[in-house]
Nanobody, 121 residues
Framework: QVQLVESGGGLVQAGGSLRLSCAAS????????MGWYRQTPGNQRESVAV???????IYADSVKGRFTVSRDDAKKMVYLQMTSLKPEDTAVYYC???????????????WGQGTQVTVSS
C-alpha cells in the first residue's frame, strides 16, 4: 500500500503565508511526478503546482510568483510554500504522486486526503 498524508493547512489572513507538506509512505519503489491540487465546493479539482522527478516545475497561472513547490526524494516528501495568499486561494489542497510500488513496473497515481486552507480577507 502507498499512503500520502498532508499537513500544514489552516486559517490565515490575506497576504499571509502557509507551508503545506506531504509525506509518502508504504511499499514505494520510485516516485515520478509529485504535485498539489485544490478543490472548492461545486468545482473540479485543479492543478496548482507539479514538480517532476527531474525537479522541473509547472504552476497554475493564478499562483505563479506566489507559490513554490519543492520535493525531498530522500524523505519522500513534497512541499508547497504559499505566500501572498488571497481569499480566492481558499480550498482543500490535495497532494498527488505518481508512484511505482516495489516489485512492480507501472506507475499509479495516489492522492492524499486533503488539507483545508482558508484565507480570510
Amino acid at each position: 500500500q502507498v499512503q500520502l498524508v498532508e499537513s500544514g493547512g489552516g486559517l490565515v489572513q490575506a497576504g499571509g503565508s502557509l507551508r503545506l507538506s506531504c509525506a509518502a509512505s508504504g511499499s514505494i519503489g520510485s516516485i515520478n511526478d509529485m504535485g498539489w491540487y485544490r478543490q472548492t465546493p461545486g468545482n473540479q479539482r485543479e492543478s496548482v503546482a507539479v514538480i517532476t522527478s527531474g525537479a522541473s516545475t509547472i504552476y497554475a497561472d493564478s499562483v505563479k510568483g506566489r507559490f513554490t513547490v519543492s520535493r525531498d526524494d530522500a524523505k519522500k516528501m513534497v512541499y508547497l510554500q504559499m505566500t501572498s495568499l488571497k481569499p480566492e486561494d481558499t480550498a482543500v489542497y490535495y497532494c498527488n504522486a505518481d508512484v511505482r510500488r516495489k516489485f512492480t513496473s507501472l506507475y499509479q497515481s495516489y492522492w492524499g486526503q486533503g488539507t483545508q486552507v482558508t484565507v480570510s480577507s
